[in-house]
């Protein structure tokens, strides 16, 4: 589905229509379609942010499923035509209308035919000159040349991955090593560029790498989950650079060298033994390198920052916290495990898979890009449950809705031997709330037979042991064991039941005297 609140998010920031079509891998007619139609009813990000995605495109397409109808014209085909002589832009919309008539398909008007061929002549014809802006991009790449950190256990020499992130418009750059270049590396090293400017830019173009970019292929870039996530927690659009087109990020390129000469060569026979270290010196040559004076004009990069640092976003409140994800099958239990930790999801979602985003704190569950539930992360034993009342089908909920005191009050209505069994219910498990199903099932045998037989029942019950269990008293009930006379119950506890001893026995009698 079309991430409708993603377009209207990208345009607030200001970032033009070609440029959120490439973010999110729609075409530019989609982007274009979807703020007329938003400004048509005079919607804004500010206006939906509560709204999710499916609630928008039924409100922007309502006679159309949700989505958009319109048949995009072939306009590689339509610039061909336009070559041949006599050839017109009316005759080859006619031609267009047409044929959308027999796909039945709905063909936009002349106009706009006219305008989106424009574009496309545009978009093919000319080559796009890249003005800088103050604050607008935010360039970032692995550095071809890993540092050196020697091991102080077993003196192996293990290699330190270095992290650059450089604003084109002043060339002020942030450099950090990291152990390795995962996932969750690349996503602290972008938090701590951005807190070391003090500001997050419109655009972040990254190279087309995996711990940023799922899949790259001739039609669609995929933005990696997580990466996607922290650019829109800093309020950013990422605009990858196209494969093999390193002037995409020319000036990313540029610093990973200079930092290569300036930096890594510096300190190529110095022996650093930790990251640590290696991150001290860093800073310190990366300090230098970005207030040296440039060659060519006045000023340094740090000087020229101190102009830019104005047009840099706000940060928000709180740094990104790195979050993993994974996708899990809601179980008959309603629940997903984590880390074997059992977390509970809407019971309307058991045997579907779901994204689960896990950070140090949180558990939260996506259904279909929308967010399901949430809970506090279990740590410690093995096993544990976090459930919500909410998330229980109906059936469920009446257990959780009753408890020890409710259970004892019940069963005291119907009898003293009855309260004695439920006392032993609640007691016999570790946590009582554990008891509550057999508790019920019991008490609920009084609707199946009368309070009465259940009351008798549970007598019987309790003169063959001081511990017994739903099942047995079920037993007596459904054998009639509860109307016998006392020796008729005699003769049928040995064969029945197995039990030898009588209720003298339990009751401190003489048999229990001679142990």
């Not at 495109?57 to 035509?81: C, M, Q, S, T, V």
């Not at 006219?114 to 800088?132: D, G, L």
């Not at 609707?447 to 047995?472: F, I, M, V």
């Amino acid at each position: 589905m079309t991430d409708y609140k993603e377009i209207l998010r990208l345009n607030s920031l200001g970032i033009n229509n070609s440029q959120i079509a490439a973010s999110l891998q729609i075409s530019r007619q989609t982007v274009v379609t979807v703020l007329q139609k938003c400004e048509t009813q005079e919607l804004t990000y500010q206006s939906v942010v509560n709204a999710t995605n499916k609630e928008l495109a039924k409100r922007l397409f309502p006679g159309n499923g949700g989505g958009i109808g319109y048949k995009l014209p072939d306009y590689g085909y339509i610039h061909h035509e336009m070559a041949k002589s006599g050839m017109t832009m009316q005759l080859l919309w006619y031609e267009y209308c047409d044929k959308c008539a027999e796909d039945g398909d709905i063909p936009y008007q002349l106009t706009q035919f006219k305008k989106y061929y424009r574009e496309f002549v545009v978009q093919t014809k000319a080559t796009m000159h890249i003005n800088r802006h103050p604050g607008e991009l935010m360039e970032v790449d692995w550095a071809g040349r890993a540092a050196e950190i020697v091991d102080t256990d077993t003196g192996e020499v293990v290699p330190a991955y270095i992290f650059v992130a450089v604003l084109p418009y002043s060339g002020y750059a942030y450099v950090e090593a990291f152990m390795s270049q995962n996932q969750e590396a690349w996503i602290s090293a972008h938090v701590s560029a951005y807190s070391f400017f003090g500001g997050s830019t419109r655009i972040l173009v990254p190279d087309n790498l995996k711990t940023g970019v799922e899949k790259v292929t001739k039609s669609e870039t995929v933005i990696n989950k997580a990466y996607q996530e922290m650019a829109q927690h800093y309020d950013t659009a990422v605009i990858p650079a196209r494969v093999r087109a390193p002037k995409d990020k020319a000036s990313v390129e540029g610093a990973v060298g200079n930092v290569s000469a300036s930096i890594l060569a510096a300190i190529r026979n110095q022996q650093i033994l930790s990251l640590k270290e290696l991150n001290a010196i860093i800073r310190d040559r990366l300090h230098s390198f970005n207030h040296k004076p440039f060659q060519k004009k006045e000023g340094s990069r740090a000087s020229v920052f101190a102009e830019e640092r104005s047009f840099l976003q706000k940060l928000p409140q709180n740094p990104f916290e790195f979050a993993t994800w994974k996708i899990a099958t809601v179980q008959y239990n309603y629940h997903v495990s984590i880390d074997s930790q059992n977390y509970s999801v809407p019971f309307e979602h058991i045997k579907r898979k779901v994204d689960i985003r896990i950070t140090r704190n949180t558990i939260e569950v996506f259904y279909e890009n929308e967010r399901i539930c949430s809970h506090a992360r279990l740590y410690g034993r093995p096993n544990q449950y976090s459930t919500l009342e909410t998330h229980m089908p109906p059936d469920h909920q009446k257990y959780v809705q009753w408890n020890g005191d409710r259970f004892r009050s019940w069963a005291a209505k119907i009898g003293i031997s009855t309260a004695a069994v439920i006392e032993v219910f609640l007691k016999t498990n570790k946590v009582e709330q554990q008891g509550y199903k057999s508790c019920m099932a019991l008490l609920k045998l009084s609707d199946k037979y009368t309070p009465q037989r259940l009351e008798n029942a549970c007598t019987k019950a309790l003169s063959y042991t001081p511990r017994p269990n739903y099942r047995g008293i079920s037993a007596i009930l459904g054998s009639g064991q509860d109307n016998l006379t006392g020796s008729q119950s005699a003769t049928q506890n040995s064969s029945e039941f197995g039990f030898v001893r009588g209720a003298g026995y339990y009751g401190g009698g003489a048999d229990d005297a001679g142990q």
